[in-house]
Structure formats: structure tokens, C-alpha cells
């Protein structure tokens, strides 16, 4: 046996050494990475028992797990996940989704931060299904806060039959940073199905909300109280109230929080900033969308069906002059069909609008009593308005999605928007 290969011998010993080692490294790394974070605990519950939290119970990466039956109402209190480790709150059983019988809240998230909530059924609150705030009336805005809550999400919630009176709302999300909704379903509610106040960075997308005869039904959507960067998106809304999306409109300081109202000057204050309202599907409804002192909102490729009296409402109506009117809104390349005769209001404008103010683009407008709306379309008050098409009739499908192929990219992409199939099976709304 020559020298020169028992050199390569042992240089191929201490390289196989140096492999192993590293790979018993990465396993290590696999092994934290499936276990989560650090003391993570399961906490099982059993059909009736207690479960709300005190601060300090519930550490980052815990996970809530409601078993199959009837569970009672809870308060989360302080509990404070990561973005890489949140709390989670779900039934055990995914295909059998525990229920929670709400006497006021269904579950009340309080001062928390980074908390999941999925797949559970609220039934009968009568307050509020999901109510997340930091537990103060006079609550601190995020943007004023060194430590806000919110980093919430809900997922695969349907909260039923809520309360009677309008400040009874499905989901309440107040002085939050950060809150995303998504595939959840609302039947039935007093206030609003999503009511959002002095919060930042919200999304609810992939929605359904649909009426229930013996509710008030106030809001589908109401967004107020200085909120920032909402986005409403690819919702289904099948008659969901008086108004389907309300951003702004009345002025109450506890929906401001701590803003000092007192040195605000003229003309600075807007309910909500930075709102993109598109590719819903609202069907019914008295007034689809209305705005009001709000500041670049963007309201785009949404598909209206047969609203009742106005299809959108450009309001300016604070007698407040700290408020600002309009700044900077859009709305265009939306599909807006109409069954009525005579055909509901067009475009509401309770003052004169200039194009800084307001942009309004084209739209597709179509009505069997089209008269109706021809000349108040051609006489809208907004400076500088593109002309709007009322000559093709889109012919919806069952999908609401135009059969016309002149104007299929005008309104929403129905693709992935939850229209429930035993609607779509009667045909048209």
C-alpha cells in the first residue's frame, strides 16, 4: 500500500467526518423549524368549557384547539404572538368545525397581537362575532401608539345571526395595525358585517355577505375614524344593507380615538385614507358604494347589480370645516346593471366636484329603462368626467360576468369570488 493513498485515504476520512457533522447540523435546524417556536403549547378544549386567557397564558406559536360541539364565548386577553409564531385559534377538526353559542361576543381579542383565527362558527352574538380592540372607548390610533395591536387574521369564519341594532356589527376592529379577513361568511347582522375604526393595513377579500330576513343590515362594510390602507377586494355581497361599502360619512370623536380634534386645522381630517374598493360582485343593496371625506380612494372593476336607489354617492356633508371633502378619488372601469324601471340614481353628488377631487372614468351603465339614466350620466357634476357607455347591453351570466365581449374587462373577474353555487343556479339575482 503506497503513501500517496493512504494520504487520500484520510483526507477522505476528515472530509466524510465534516459532511456528517454538517448534515446532523441541518437536521437540527429541521427538527427547531418543524417544532416551532420555543415552549409552544396545544391547549385542547372541550365542548362547554372555559377558555378565555388571561395575559401571560398564551405564548407565541400556542394554538387554541376547540373540539367538535358547542363551545362558549371567550376574551383573549394580552396574548402577544410573532409573525413567524402566532397564536392560533381553530377547531380541532377542520370538516367538523366547532361552534361557539355567543351570549354578547362570540371572541373578543383585547390588546393581543399576531393571533390566527380559523375555521369556527360563530352563532348568535349579540354584540359582535369577533370583536378585536385594544378595550378603550377613546382607544390610541396606531399611528400614535409606540405599541399597537393588531398582525390579525381570520380565516374560514362564518359568524351567524348577529345582534338587531346598528352598533352591532359581525367583525368590530378597532385601533388596530394590521388585520386581513379572508374566506369568511356573514348571514345576518345589525350594524355592519366588518366595521373598521382608526385601523391601518386591512384587507377583506374573499368574502360572502348575505342578508337575513329580520335584521337591520345597516352596513355591509363601513370604514371610519381616520382608517388608512384598507383594501376591499373580490367580495360577494348578495343585498348586504342599506349600503354595501360605506367609507366615511358621520363624524363621532371616539371613532378618532386620541386624535387631538382640537388643533386640527381646516380642511385636514378625512374618515379614511388610501381605501381600494375592487372586483367585487354587489347585488341588491339601497346605495352600492358611498364615499365621504375621504382621501385617495379607489373605487375600480366592481360589478353592481340592480342597486335599489343610487349606485354611488360622492357625499360631502361634515358641517365640520376640520374636514376634508374629496381628494384625489377615483372610480372607473366599473359594470353597473340595473333591472328597476325607472332605473335607481346614478351618481349622487351633494356638492360640485373638481377633478383633483375627484376622477371619475368610464364606466359601463345598463338598464332595460336606459332613458332613465342617459341624461343624468351626461350631466354628472364632477369636473372633466369620461363619457360614459350605456349602449351595450353586457348580458351577465349566472357568474355575473359579462356574455358581451366589448365590455368584459369593465367590472369584477368572478373567477375566484365566492359566489355560492345555490345562487348561481337560479340565474340572475
Known amino acids: 500500500?503506497?503513501?500517496?493513498?493512504?494520504?487520500?485515504?484520510?483526507?477522505?476520512?476528515?472530509?466524510?467526518?465534516?459532511?456528517?457533522?454538517?448534515?446532523?447540523?441541518?437536521?437540527?435546524?429541521?427538527?427547531?423549524?418543524?417544532?416551532?417556536?420555543?415552549?409552544?403549547?396545544?391547549?385542547?378544549?372541550?365542548p362547554g368549557a372555559r377558555w378565555d386567557m388571561e395575559p401571560g397564558e398564551l405564548r407565541a406559536g400556542d394554538e387554541i384547539l376547540l373540539m367538535p360541539g358547542q363551545h362558549r364565548p371567550a376574551t383573549i386577553e394580552a396574548a402577544i404572538g410573532s409573525a413567524t409564531g402566532p397564536i392560533t385559534i381553530?377547531?380541532?377538526?377542520?370538516?367538523?368545525?366547532?361552534?361557539?353559542?355567543?351570549?354578547?361576543?362570540?371572541?373578543h381579542l383585547l390588546r393581543c397581537r399576531n393571533v390566527?383565527?380559523?375555521?369556527?362558527?360563530?352563532?348568535?352574538?349579540?354584540?359582535?362575532?369577533?370583536?378585536?380592540?385594544?378595550?378603550?372607548?377613546?382607544?390610541?390610533?396606531?399611528?400614535?401608539?409606540?405599541?399597537?395591536?393588531?398582525?390579525?387574521?381570520?380565516?374560514?369564519?362564518?359568524?351567524?345571526?348577529?345582534?338587531?341594532?346598528?352598533?352591532?356589527?359581525?367583525?368590530?376592529?378597532?385601533a388596530q395595525d394590521g388585520v386581513s379577513i379572508q374566506q369568511c361568511a356573514f348571514q345576518g347582522w345589525g350594524g355592519s358585517a366588518v366595521w373598521v375604526a382608526h385601523s391601518k393595513d386591512v384587507v377583506i377579500e374573499q368574502c360572502q355577505l348575505r342578508r337575513l330576513q329580520g335584521f337591520n343590515h345597516e352596513f355591509g362594510i363601513y370604514v371610519c375614524g381616520a382608517s388608512e390602507d384598507v383594501r376591499i377586494a373580490r367580495n360577494y355581497m348578495d343585498d348586504p344593507g342599506k349600503y354595501a361599502v360605506k367609507v366615511g360619512d358621520r363624524f363621532?370623536?371616539?371613532?378618532?380615538?386620541?386624535?387631538?380634534?382640537?388643533?386640527?386645522?381646516?380642511?385636514?381630517?378625512?374618515?379614511?385614507?388610501r381605501v381600494v374598493i375592487e372586483h367585487n360582485v354587489i347585488a341588491g343593496t339601497e346605495c352600492a358604494i358611498s364615499l365621504s371625506h375621504v382621501e385617495r380612494c379607489h373605487v375600480r372593476?366592481?360589478?353592481?347589480?340592480?342597486?335599489?336607489?343610487?349606485?354611488?354617492?360622492?357625499?360631502?356633508?361634515?358641517?365640520?370645516?376640520?374636514?376634508?371633502?374629496?381628494?384625489r378619488n377615483t372610480l372607473a372601469n366599473n359594470l353597473i346593471v340595473s333591472e328597476y324601471a325607472p332605473a335607481p340614481r346614478a351618481v349622487v353628488v351633494l356638492k360640485p366636484l373638481t377633478r383633483e377631487q375627484v376622477t371619475l372614468g368610464v364606466n359601463v351603465w345598463w338598464s332595460p329603462d336606459m332613458?332613465?339614466?342617459?341624461?343624468?350620466?351626461?350631466?354628472?357634476?364632477?369636473?372633466?368626467?369620461?363619457?360614459?357607455?350605456?349602449?351595450?347591453?353586457?348580458?351577465?351570466?349566472h357568474t355575473f360576468r359579462p356574455r358581451h365581449e366589448d365590455v368584459m374587462m369593465f367590472g369584477a373577474q368572478t373567477d375566484d369570488i365566492p359566489i355560492p353555487a345555490a345562487k348561481t343556479a337560479k340565474g340572475s339575482p
Open 301 to 327: 372593476s366592481n360589478t353592481l347589480v340592480s342597486p335599489r336607489q343610487i349606485a354611488f354617492s360622492l357625499m360631502h356633508n361634515h358641517v365640520d370645516r376640520r374636514f376634508g371633502g374629496h381628494s
Open 116 to 174: 390566527v383565527i380559523e375555521n369556527v362558527i360563530i352563532i348568535s352574538p349579540r354584540q359582535y362575532g369577533v370583536r378585536i380592540d385594544d378595550g378603550d372607548d377613546q382607544s390610541v390610533p396606531p399611528w400614535l401608539s409606540d405599541n399597537p395591536s393588531g398582525g390579525h387574521k381570520l380565516r374560514h369564519v362564518m359568524i351567524v345571526r348577529t345582534g338587531t341594532e346598528s352598533r352591532h356589527h359581525a367583525v368590530m376592529i378597532q
Open 371 to 397: 332613458e332613465t339614466w342617459r341624461p343624468t350620466l351626461e350631466t354628472i357634476p364632477v369636473d372633466d368626467s369620461a363619457v360614459q357607455l350605456v349602449t351595450i347591453d353586457p348580458s351577465l351570466d
Open 90 to 107: 381553530k377547531s380541532m377538526d377542520a370538516s367538523r368545525p366547532a361552534q361557539i353559542e355567543a351570549t354578547r361576543n362570540g371572541i
Open 1 to 46: 500500500m503506497s503513501a500517496g493513498y493512504l494520504d487520500t485515504r484520510k483526507t477522505r476520512t476528515r472530509f466524510d467526518v465534516k459532511r456528517h457533522r454538517l448534515s446532523l447540523h441541518m437536521m437540527w435546524l429541521a427538527l427547531l423549524v418543524l417544532a416551532g417556536p420555543a415552549h409552544a403549547v396545544q391547549h385542547l378544549i372541550q
Open 252 to 273: 363621532r370623536a371616539d371613532e378618532f380615538g386620541t386624535i387631538n380634534l382640537a388643533k386640527a386645522e381646516k380642511g385636514s381630517l378625512f374618515d379614511a385614507r
